[in-house]
């Protein structure tokens, strides 16, 4: 086996042993386990049929359950109550009958009496909704009569609003109706069967609701109907208490497609399609995947009752269709369950199985995993030092000795590594340490010419502050210095070359190449100072002297390699750029500056950081003036300290502006400004050099005019 650099994939001892020991045995429990989850699953699917022959069962005795107790009901009606009684009358003594049988049969909503003439009343219970005729539902409001009258003019509907008890709260005055109770589904069969009829489902007249009416021809009068309305919606309730598992899903549907019955049955009914076709809802009106999917796959078996696997949003599901029968046999009530559910108790067998197993081989492995800790902890342990060391991260750990000597061996010699790479960094830079080991970079003689970014500093009067002190006090105030300085340098992502004796030489964009090496350069400096002026404090805190530092900038190529010789070599930089850098800072001390940087670093280092012009000069061992600028400060979101000092800021701009009449020749618009500068700022030496320079040509200029 290979890696993905084709190499040969290395595999750990521990793990080699523990692999083999783990395949044998999983090998023996997974085959038991395979044939137990076969035989659990043919006992599930066998199980779940069962359960769906229950619920239809129990839907059938539901429906049938039903109908005897309103067969009985209309039995009594027919042989106890005139139909041709008036129309007003007949009316309570149908609330009765009706509020004794909504108790056993919730189903019941309604209870009529149809005539031969065309006249009707029915009574309707307000629970599920009452005909839009009548308004809103007043307060206490439990009934409504409805009274269907033919007279000469046409025939007339009128309502009749009543409470709990009978009472009538309100009416309704007659509207012209086209409702004949002669043409309903259920008059006709009544009158020609001697039984009960029970008819097909269909949608009510006066309330967008689907349900059955059974009816049963009057007695006294062959041409009057008792009949009792019953909405389909109980059979919601019905089935979600079927429902169980949650999962389960139940529908009762025609042959046609419409829906007669499901757990939301009452969310599903507010779909208005149906209501602006005048037709019952549909399954397809649904918008639902699932019972979509349900009756197409029914539609797919021609209505054959056979198991089905169907997926629905890449879940599959376990479905059934059975037809309901019971003198219902256009009705089927279809059953899903998602596969996985049902599955669950194998599928939960299985998973103890393998716990079990799992259990079974851990503890055999305890034992082989211990023995091949044992031997491979050691080799784990010195791995992820040498993995530690060469990231630079040097702890010196204090290791337990080892049992096995060729182990205490390696450990010795990892302490030696440590030991030597810790203290190489500390006289080599970090980078060019961190490209050796990476191989990026060669020990060879020679360099490459690239840009790079020249800092020197310098501390004024070291010689004073050095006679004044023990050397010990010397060495342990400049390493304190030092360490500051060049914490900061680093953190600015610099490479110190060398200490000088007070001085420190760095660079940015070798070994490692930054394009922002300017800008790295001017905040190194920047937070270099700022480092310092805390140090000092220390210092003047413990009753010494402060080592104020000077700091010279430039940027250019350099030579950047390898200088020295076949047994020793030194990672530096040399060129201009380098012998400018040092240039600029001894510059520091004609100006009382502190950070002097050349125009080309200014141009370069970005908008964030702020300078001000000191003059044009040739520095010391070049032929070409240069304009050189002050570093005061920079905006840099997160360090404040790094901002000018509040002389420098306020003065900037009144500064620029005495430059500018300098360089233009108007000396004496030039001293004005300066003078003011000097007024606010006298410590600043850069504005009475340029004052003076202002007199002496206005003298020498004064001079050349009275000679002519």
Same mark, same amino acid.
């Given at each position: 086996?290979?890696?993905?650099?084709?190499?040969?994939?290395?595999?750990?001892?521990?793990?080699?042993?523990?692999?083999?020991?783990?395949?044998?045995?999983?090998?023996?429990?997974?085959?038991?386990?395979?044939?137990?989850?076969?035989?659990?699953?043919?006992?599930?699917?066998?199980?779940?049929?069962?359960?769906?022959?229950?619920?239809?069962?129990?839907?059938?005795?539901?429906?049938?359950?039903?109908?005897?107790?309103?067969?009985?009901?209309?039995?009594?009606?027919?042989?106890?109550?005139?139909?041709?009684?008036?129309?007003?009358?007949?009316?309570?003594?149908?609330?009765?009958?009706?509020?004794?049988?909504?108790?056993?049969?919730?189903?019941?909503?309604?209870?009529?009496?149809?005539?031969?003439?065309?006249?009707?009343?029915?009574?309707?219970?307000?629970?599920?909704?009452?005909?839009?005729?009548?308004?809103?539902?007043?307060?206490?409001?439990?009934?409504?009569?409805?009274?269907?009258?033919?007279?000469?003019?046409?025939?007339?509907?009128?309502?009749?609003?009543?409470?709990?008890?009978?009472?009538?709260?309100?009416?309704?005055?007659?509207?012209?109706?086209?409702?004949?109770?002669?043409?309903?589904?259920?008059?006709?069969?009544?009158?020609?069967?001697?039984?009960?009829?029970?008819?097909?489902?269909?949608?009510?007249?006066?309330?967008?609701?689907?349900?059955?009416?059974?009816?049963?021809?009057?007695?006294?009068?062959?041409?009057?109907?008792?009949?009792?309305?019953?909405?389909?919606?109980?059979?919601?309730?019905?089935?979600?208490?079927?429902?169980?598992?949650?999962?389960?899903?139940?529908?009762?549907?025609?042959?046609?497609?419409?829906?007669?019955?499901?757990?939301?049955?009452?969310?599903?009914?507010?779909?208005?399609?149906?209501?602006?076709?005048?037709?019952?809802?549909?399954?397809?009106?649904?918008?639902?995947?699932?019972?979509?999917?349900?009756?197409?796959?029914?539609?797919?078996?021609?209505?054959?009752?056979?198991?089905?696997?169907?997926?629905?949003?890449?879940?599959?599901?376990?479905?059934?269709?059975?037809?309901?029968?019971?003198?219902?046999?256009?009705?089927?009530?279809?059953?899903?369950?998602?596969?996985?559910?049902?599955?669950?108790?194998?599928?939960?067998?299985?998973?103890?199985?393998?716990?079990?197993?799992?259990?079974?081989?851990?503890?055999?492995?305890?034992?082989?995993?211990?023995?091949?800790?044992?031997?491979?902890?050691?080799?784990?342990?010195?791995?992820?030092?040498?993995?530690?060391?060469?990231?630079?991260?040097?702890?010196?750990?204090?290791?337990?000795?080892?049992?096995?000597?060729?182990?205490?061996?390696?450990?010795?010699?990892?302490?030696?590594?440590?030991?030597?790479?810790?203290?190489?960094?500390?006289?080599?830079?970090?980078?060019?340490?961190?490209?050796?080991?990476?191989?990026?970079?060669?020990?060879?003689?020679?360099?490459?010419?690239?840009?790079?970014?020249?800092?020197?500093?310098?501390?004024?009067?070291?010689?004073?502050?050095?006679?004044?002190?023990?050397?010990?006090?010397?060495?342990?105030?400049?390493?304190?210095?030092?360490?500051?300085?060049?914490?900061?340098?680093?953190?600015?992502?610099?490479?110190?070359?060398?200490?000088?004796?007070?001085?420190?030489?760095?660079?940015?964009?070798?070994?490692?190449?930054?394009?922002?090496?300017?800008?790295?350069?001017?905040? &190194? !400096?920047?937070? %270099?100072?700022?480092?310092?002026?805390? =140090?000092? @404090?220390?210092?003047?805190? +413990?009753?010494? $002297?402060?080592?104020?530092?000077?700091?010279?900038?430039?940027?250019?190529?350099?030579?950047?390699?390898?200088?020295?010789?076949?047994?020793?070599?030194?990672?530096?930089?040399?060129?201009?750029?380098?012998?400018?850098?040092?240039?600029?800072?001894?510059?520091?001390?004609?100006?009382?500056?502190?950070?002097?940087?050349?125009?080309?670093?200014?141009?370069?280092?970005?908008?964030?950081?702020?300078?001000?012009?000191?003059?044009?000069?040739?520095?010391? &061992? !070049?032929?070409? %003036?240069?304009?050189?600028?002050?570093? =005061?400060? @920079?905006?840099?979101?997160? +360090?404040?300290? $790094?901002?000018?000092?509040?002389?420098?800021?306020?003065?900037?701009?009144?500064?620029?502006?005495?430059?500018?009449?300098?360089?233009?020749?108007?000396?004496?618009?030039?001293?004005?400004?300066?003078?003011?500068?000097?007024?606010?700022?006298?410590?600043?030496?850069?504005?009475?050099?340029?004052?003076?320079?202002?007199?002496?040509?206005?003298?020498?200029?004064?001079?050349?005019?009275?000679?002519?």
């Amino acid at each position: 086996m290979k890696s993905a650099d084709g190499s040969p994939r290395l595999w750990s001892l521990q793990a080699v042993v523990a692999l083999v020991f783990t395949l044998i045995v999983l090998a023996i429990s997974g085959s038991l386990i395979g044939f137990n989850h076969q035989q659990l699953t043919t006992l599930t699917l066998r199980d779940a049929e069962d359960d769906f022959r229950r619920i239809t069962d129990n839907v059938r005795g539901e429906i049938s359950g039903g109908f005897r107790i309103t067969g009985s009901v209309l039995d009594t009606i027919t042989l106890t109550v005139d139909p041709t009684m008036p129309l007003e009358e007949l009316g309570p003594r149908l609330l009765a009958i009706l509020k004794d049988l909504e108790k056993p049969l919730p189903a019941a909503m309604g209870i009529f009496v149809g005539r031969g003439d065309g006249t009707h009343v029915v009574v309707q219970s307000l629970a599920g909704g009452g005909p839009p005729e009548i308004g809103p539902p007043s307060d206490g409001a439990a009934y409504v009569f409805m009274i269907v009258e033919r007279p000469a003019t046409g025939p007339t509907a009128r309502w009749i609003v009543v409470d709990q008890m009978g009472r009538e709260l309100r009416r309704v005055s007659s509207q012209p109706t086209t409702f004949d109770p002669r043409k309903r589904p259920w008059y006709g069969p009544s009158l020609t069967s001697q039984e009960s009829i029970v008819t097909s489902p269909y949608r009510f007249a006066n309330i967008p609701e689907a349900g059955i009416t059974i009816a049963r021809r009057a007695s006294q009068k062959s041409d009057a109907v008792f009949g009792i309305d019953m909405t389909l919606a109980s059979l919601d309730q019905y089935l979600e208490k079927l429902r169980f598992p949650p999962e389960l899903e139940l529908l009762i549907f025609d042959d046609a497609g419409t829906l007669i019955a499901h757990p939301h049955g009452d969310v599903f009914r507010k779909i208005r399609q149906a209501d602006k076709d005048d037709r019952l809802l549909k399954v397809a009106d649904l918008g639902e995947p699932l019972l979509r999917s349900m009756y197409s796959t029914f539609e797919k078996l021609s209505g054959r009752t056979e198991n089905a696997l169907f997926d629905v949003g890449g879940v599959n599901y376990f479905g059934r269709t059975e037809r309901v029968g019971n003198g219902f046999g256009n009705l089927f009530i279809s059953l899903a369950i998602p596969y996985e559910t049902l599955l669950g108790p194998a599928e939960q067998i299985r998973t103890n199985l393998l716990m079990i197993s799992a259990i079974s081989v851990a503890l055999a492995l305890l034992f082989v995993m211990f023995a091949s800790r044992r031997l491979s902890l050691p080799l784990r342990v010195a791995a992820e030092d040498i993995r530690r060391i060469m990231q630079f991260e040097f702890v010196h750990l204090q290791r337990k000795p080892a049992r096995v000597f060729e182990i205490q061996e390696l450990m010795r010699a990892l302490d030696t590594l440590e030991l030597a790479l810790s203290t190489f960094m500390r006289y080599v830079p970090r980078a060019l340490v961190r490209g050796i080991i990476g191989r990026k970079f060669s020990s060879d003689l020679g360099g490459t010419r690239q840009p790079i970014t020249v800092l020197f500093s310098d501390i004024a009067g070291f010689t004073t502050l050095a006679e004044e002190l023990d050397p010990e006090d010397v060495m342990i105030r400049t390493s304190r210095y030092f360490s500051e300085v060049g914490n900061e340098l680093l953190r600015s992502g610099a490479t110190i070359d060398k200490y000088i004796g007070d001085s420190i030489m760095a660079f940015w964009n070798a070994p490692e190449e930054r394009e922002d090496h300017v800008s790295l350069g001017c905040l &190194g !400096a920047l937070r %270099a100072a700022r480092r310092l002026d805390g =140090l000092n @404090a220390q210092f003047i805190a +413990e009753g010494g $002297l402060p080592m104020r530092t000077r700091f010279g900038l430039h940027t250019g190529e350099a030579v950047v390699g390898n200088v020295g010789s076949v047994d020793r070599v030194n990672y530096t930089a040399l060129g201009h750029t380098v012998n400018i850098a040092s240039r600029l800072e001894k510059l520091n001390k004609r100006y009382a500056t502190t950070i002097l940087v050349s125009e080309a670093v200014r141009s370069a280092a970005g908008e964030e950081y702020i300078f001000r012009f000191v003059d044009r000069v040739v520095p010391e &061992g !070049a032929h070409v %003036a240069i304009a050189i600028f002050e570093l =005061l400060g @920079a905006d840099v979101p997160g +360090e404040p300290e $790094l901002k000018p000092g509040t002389d420098r800021a306020r003065t900037l701009k009144t500064w620029e502006e005495a430059c500018a009449l300098y360089h233009s020749g108007d000396l004496e618009k030039a001293a004005a400004r300066l003078e003011k500068l000097i007024e606010l700022v006298p410590d600043d030496l850069l504005f009475r050099i340029y004052l003076e320079r202002c007199r002496a040509e206005s003298h020498k200029a004064a001079a050349v005019a009275e000679g002519s």
